[in-house]
């Protein structure tokens, strides 16, 4: 256990400095989702109808979802550049745990991620969002959200494994806007056609969304489904499932890239 967690503290200090070697890569990360942060509260909002009134104070807590949603991609280009310079085979090929190289990776990506969620609340804080449920509820609120990230991180480091080029990271980079867009992030899904209202309610982000609003204190959306009115039973319980199923599958993988 000892070997395992020094070769996971090893890779995870590798992944960081590779991001102070490279400080627009981090930038970008923690520019992007401000970016959207403005353009929805000061340039889309004013069309937006939410309860109380505010739009931004139901705005912030899907979008700091969001960016949960968005550190998929950023793990699967990660593990997916390991994997084509070969750097992946090499540690393979060393006397180091075999669950270190993913460790070091997920553990990196919450580290990441961890700062990434701070900067965005300091910045959702400036434009005027509160949370008015107490210090404790916060709390709460930013371990779903990272709870949220961790599971999605295994679903990208499972594809950075399993594709081979990089037309498929377009393809995922381009399905998680519809996929945040198809939930209760940004509207309420009643306002969307039944089908797609039911999908909606169901996605797991809008239960972290949904959790988010409740323990921030902000306003959300109602809904009448099971799923709607238990978010955050569903807020944990969608991440338990997600790691549940994709952390085996990306061992696995690994375990089997030679073959």
Do not use: C, K
Request: hydrophobic share 60%; proline share 6%; glycine share 12%.
């Amino acid at each position: 256990m000892r070997w395992a967690l020094a070769d996971t503290a090893t890779l995870t200090g590798r992944q960081l400095a590779h991001l102070r070697a490279r400080p627009g890569e981090l930038a970008g990360a923690l520019g992007f989702p401000i970016l959207l942060l403005l353009m929805f509260a000061f340039l889309l909002g004013g069309m937006m109808q939410a309860p109380g009134g505010d739009y931004r104070q139901a705005l912030a807590p899907g979008l700091f979802t969001m960016t949960m949603l968005f550190g998929l991609s950023a793990t699967m280009v990660g593990v997916l550049t390991d994997a084509q310079r070969g750097i992946t085979d090499r540690f393979r090929s060393l006397p180091m745990s075999a669950g270190a190289v993913l460790a070091g990776r997920a553990v990196s990506d919450m580290v990441v991620s961890t700062f990434a969620l701070a900067v965005l609340l300091g910045a959702a804080l400036l434009i005027g969002w509160r949370p008015t449920a107490g210090p404790g509820s916060a709390l709460a609120a930013v371990g779903l959200l990272l709870l949220l990230r961790f599971a999605l991180l295994w679903v990208g480091i499972w594809l950075g494994l399993v594709v081979r080029g990089p037309g498929a990271l377009t393809a995922v980079q381009t399905f998680e806007f519809p996929f945040a867009f198809l939930s209760g992030v940004f509207v309420a899904p009643a306002t969307m056609p039944a089908g797609l209202g039911l999908l909606a309610e169901w996605n797991p982000l809008s239960s972290t969304a949904a959790a988010a609003r409740e323990l921030f204190g902000n306003p959300g959306w109602e809904g009448g489904s099971w799923v709607a009115q238990h978010a955050l039973v569903m807020a944990v319980l969608w991440p338990v499932v997600i790691v549940a199923v994709f952390a085996p599958l990306a061992v696995r993988r690994y375990r089997r890239m030679s073959r």
